[in-house]
C-alpha cells in the first residue's frame, strides 16, 4: 500500500462547514505536504509541515503533525463552494532516492452551496 | 512568470504508436518528475531526473521512456509496449535537492486510446 493514505476517501459538507481530513504513513519523514488538485487540473501545494513542527496555518487551513503516530491532518475552515477538490498528502521520506515525494490516495471533497 | 507548461492538453495514441509527451519548466529547478494518475487516484511515478544527462526509473516505468538533454525539458514517450496508457499524465519539478522544498506541477496531458 502507498505511504501516505488519506481518510476519509470522500467528503460532502455544506458551505461555511469545516472539512477535517487526516493522512497516515509508514516510515520516518523529512517533512509532509499537502495539495490540492481542481478536476483536470495539476496539482497546487498547499502547506509543507516539517517533522519538527506540530502544526502550521496558512489562512483557512490548518495542518498539524504527529510523528509519533505518523499521521497529519489538513482542516479547511468555513469551508467555500471553491475549496470543492481532490486533497493530497505526500511524504518527503528520509534518504528518499531522488529527492521524491510518496504521495497518497487523495480524499474528494465536495463543497455545497 | 514561471512554472511548468505541459503540452498537448490532450492525446490519442493509435495502437502500436509512440507518443510524446513535453513538458517544459523555467523555475531553474535541477529535478524533475513524471507522474501517472488514473481515475479518482492518486500519482505514480514514473521516471524522475535530478540533472540533466540523468534519470531513473520510478515505481512504474514499464513502457515508457525519457530524457533530459537540458534542464528545461524531461519529456516522456509512451510506448507501443504500454498496453494500457489511458491516464492522466503530470509533470512537476523540485527545486536544491534534499532540501524542504514543495513540487510545482503543470496541467498535464490527458492521454487516450482511438
Known amino acids: 500500500s502507498q505511504q501516505g493514505e488519506e481518510d476519509p476517501q470522500a467528503l460532502s459538507i455544506q458551505e461555511c462547514e469545516n472539512a477535517?481530513?487526516?493522512?497516515?504513513?509508514?516510515?520516518?519523514?523529512?517533512?509532509l505536504q499537502w495539495y490540492r488538485q481542481n478536476s483536470g487540473r495539476g496539482l497546487v501545494h498547499l502547506i509543507l509541515i516539517r517533522s519538527n513542527e506540530r502544526e502550521k496555518h496558512s489562512g483557512r487551513l490548518r495542518v498539524t503533525l504527529d510523528t509519533s503516530k505518523k499521521s497529519s491532518s489538513l482542516l479547511i475552515t468555513a469551508s467555500r463552494a471553491a475549496d470543492t477538490a481532490s486533497y493530497f498528502c505526500?511524504?518527503?521520506?528520509?534518504?528518499?532516492?531522488?529527492?521524491?515525494?510518496?504521495f497518497g490516495g487523495g480524499t474528494r471533497v465536495l463543497v455545497k452551496p | 512568470d514561471g512554472g511548468i507548461t505541459q503540452s498537448p492538453k490532450y492525446l490519442f495514441r493509435k495502437e502500436g504508436q509512440n507518443v510524446t509527451l513535453s513538458c517544459e519548466q523555467n523555475l531553474n529547478h535541477d529535478a524533475m518528475y513524471w507522474y501517472r494518475q488514473d481515475p479518482g487516484q492518486g500519482l505514480r511515478l514514473i521516471y524522475y531526473s535530478q540533472i540533466v544527462n540523468d534519470f531513473q526509473k520510478g515505481d512504474i516505468a514499464e513502457g515508457y521512456s525519457v530524457s533530459r538533454e537540458k534542464k528545461e525539458s524531461f519529456p516522456l514517450t509512451v510506448t507501443s509496449a504500454q498496453k494500457n496508457p489511458t491516464a492522466f499524465y503530470l509533470c512537476?519539478?523540485?527545486?536544491?535537492?534534499?532540501?524542504?522544498?514543495?513540487?510545482?506541477f503543470g496541467d498535464g496531458t490527458r492521454l487516450s486510446i482511438l
Open positions: 512537476a519539478s523540485r527545486g536544491a535537492l534534499y532540501s524542504n522544498q514543495p513540487q510545482h
Open positions: 505526500a511524504t518527503d521520506l528520509i534518504k528518499a532516492a531522488g529527492n521524491k515525494l510518496t
Open positions: 477535517t481530513m487526516n493522512c497516515s504513513y509508514k516510515t520516518s519523514i523529512n517533512n
